[in-house]
Each structure stands twice: as structure tokens, then as C-alpha cells.
């Protein structure tokens, strides 16, 4: 038991180190990706702040090759750069002259709540669906395979749209703009859960007719115990298991969909953040954005491993 676990603990570090790595190399392709961006940065910088664009002369464009590191080696760039990740800095916003860090974190709140929210609800919509249509008669196996497989396909800006205008245009059950409000976050949540959910129904169905043909669940019905109870205690236990893997994917998918839900209803968040900083060529906000995004994906993914062995102990070393 000691080995084992041991074992397990070690492959559990090897991991947390390999993120860091991903992290690292999201970093360093992000720094490289801005300069690759056509123009010279600091003639970019210098006409966002003067609202004029112009040939500067390298006079004036001195000060801010200076202040931002523009004027020194790429290599010593870049090191600097990775530095000042790991202690937390992400530079400075062109646009907002604060610490990129604050402008993302004063919106990264209403984004991860947009997102936790929308994988939650997915998962009662996929859950749902699975355990009254499968292997229910041909007719509702039928119609929950087709629900899964028509809201799989759809894009999720054709889904808020359509919201949208239904629910807040048309029957003003919900508003168009409503901030963080309760009811301004249903839209929102439902543009990003109705596609995952039928990913995750998709998933879920096909291991769950597979369980439900092992022996133990013919044991467990012999036992007296009922369809729903044999569903709920022993087949959903071991069929979400590859939804819940879908489920590390999706969490930093649906983060970088936010910022599609986020400009259709007029949210705050690091969606808004996102298209101004692109609009206003605010590079260090952008690559900023990037680096969270990927944290959030390689969390996801850890948390997963922690799923993992809640749902089945067996399993929380084995991957």
C-alpha cells in the first residue's frame, strides 16, 4: 500500500511538473507570436497613446524602447520575461498603463463564475438526458441521441444569438444586457452549456449502454433493486468517467467561449477585456489572457486526476 501510493504521489508531482512546462512553452510562444506581429512595437505603442500615426523618429521612440525593454537583445527579452512570470508579472497593459495582472484580475471573476456555472449545468442537462433515454424503448433512445448530436454541432455564438433573441427580445423573460445579475447570467450559461452538454451526453451514453450489459448490473437487479437505483448507484458511476476527462477539455474551452457570450450579452469579464486589447493591438493583455487560459486548462486537467479517484479509487493512480 505504501509503494503503491508512493507511486501514485510521484506520478501526481511528474504531472504538476509537466504543467508548468506547458505553461512555459505557452509563454514562450506567446512572446515570440508578438514579435512576429508586423511593425515596430514601440511605433505602435507610441501612436496608441498619441491618438496619431506617424514615422517617429528614434529620438522619441527612445524613451519607451527604454522603459518597456524594447531596445535590448531578444534573448535578454525574453529571459526577463519569463522571470517575470514566475513572480506573477505579466508587464504592463499599452492601453490602461496598469499591471496586466489587475486588468485581468478585476474581470476574471465574472468569467470563471460564467464558466464553472455553464460546465455545472452541462453536466445536469447531459446527465439528464442519459439516464431517461437510454435503453428506454426505441423512441426515446432515438430522440436523446438526436439531442445530443444536433446541440454538439452547434457554434456557440449561433446558440447566444438565438437566445437572445427569443428569451430577451422577444418574450423579455430575460434581459438583453444583464451585467452579473442572477438573470442576466441564465443566457449567458446556457449558450456555453447546451454544445458541451451534448459532448458530454455523447460520451456518457455510449459507455453507459456498455455498463448496463455487464454482469454486476444483472446481479443488482436480481438483488430486487430497481431500474433507476441500479442507473444511479452503479452504471453513472463508471459511465461519466470519460466525460469527466472531456470535462478538463471543456472547462478552459469554455473560458476561451466566454469571451464569445460575453460580447453577445454585454457581460464583464475577460472576454470585453480580450477584444479591446486585440482592437487596441494591447499586447501584453492579449498574451496575458493566453497564460490564463492555459493555466485554467492544465488546473482543469489536474483536477480531473483528482475526479478521478473520488469517483473510483482504483482508478486515481492509474492515469
Excluded at 452541462?122 to 439516464?131: D, S
Aim: aromatic residues 8%.
Amino acid at each position: 500500500m505504501p509503494t503503491s501510493r508512493s507511486n501514485a504521489l510521484g506520478r501526481f508531482a511528474g504531472k504538476v511538473v509537466s504543467s508548468v512546462g506547458v505553461i512555459v512553452a505557452a509563454a514562450s510562444v506567446t512572446f515570440f507570436a508578438q514579435l512576429a506581429v508586423p511593425g515596430d512595437r514601440a511605433t505602435a505603442l507610441m501612436n496608441l497613446q498619441t491618438g496619431q500615426e506617424k514615422k517617429w523618429t528614434p529620438e522619441e521612440l527612445a524613451p519607451l524602447n527604454e522603459r518597456f525593454g524594447f531596445d535590448k537583445p531578444v534573448i535578454v527579452q525574453y529571459l526577463r520575461y519569463l522571470g517575470g512570470l514566475f513572480r506573477g508579472d505579466l508587464g504592463t497593459s499599452y492601453t490602461q498603463k496598469r499591471p496586466v495582472t489587475e486588468v485581468i484580475g478585476g474581470q476574471l471573476l465574472p468569467s470563471l463564475t460564467l464558466t464553472v456555472a455553464a460546465l455545472a449545468v452541462a453536466w445536469v442537462l447531459a446527465l439528464g438526458v442519459t439516464l431517461l433515454t437510454v435503453k428506454r424503448g426505441r423512441f426515446l433512445s432515438g430522440l436523446g441521441s438526436t439531442w445530443e448530436a444536433l446541440t454538439a454541432s452547434l457554434p456557440h455564438y449561433w446558440v447566444g444569438i438565438v437566445l437572445l433573441v427569443v428569451f430577451a427580445v422577444e418574450l423579455r423573460i430575460f434581459p438583453i444586457i444583464g451585467g452579473t445579475s442572477a438573470s442576466g447570467t441564465v443566457l449567458p450559461v446556457l449558450t456555453l452549456a447546451i454544445p458541451l452538454a451534448g459532448f458530454l451526453g455523447q460520451v456518457t451514453r455510449d459507455e453507459f449502454v456498455q455498463v448496463l450489459e455487464q454482469p454486476f448490473v444483472t446481479t443488482a437487479r436480481t438483488r430486487g433493486m430497481s431500474d433507476l437505483g441500479v442507473r444511479l448507484r452503479h452504471v453513472l458511476r463508471h459511465a461519466v468517467l470519460p466525460a469527466i476527462t472531456l470535462s478538463g477539455w471543456a472547462l478552459g474551452a469554455l473560458v476561451a467561449g466566454a469571451v464569445i457570450a460575453e460580447n453577445i450579452f454585454g457581460r464583464p469579464g475577460i472576454g470585453q477585456v480580450l477584444v479591446t486589447a486585440v482592437n487596441t493591438r494591447d499586447l501584453p493583455t492579449v498574451t496575458g489572457i493566453v497564460l490564463v487560459v492555459a493555466a485554467i486548462y492544465v488546473v482543469a486537467n489536474l483536477l480531473v486526476d483528482l475526479a478521478y479517484a473520488v469517483v473510483d479509487p482504483r482508478l486515481g493512480g492509474a492515469r
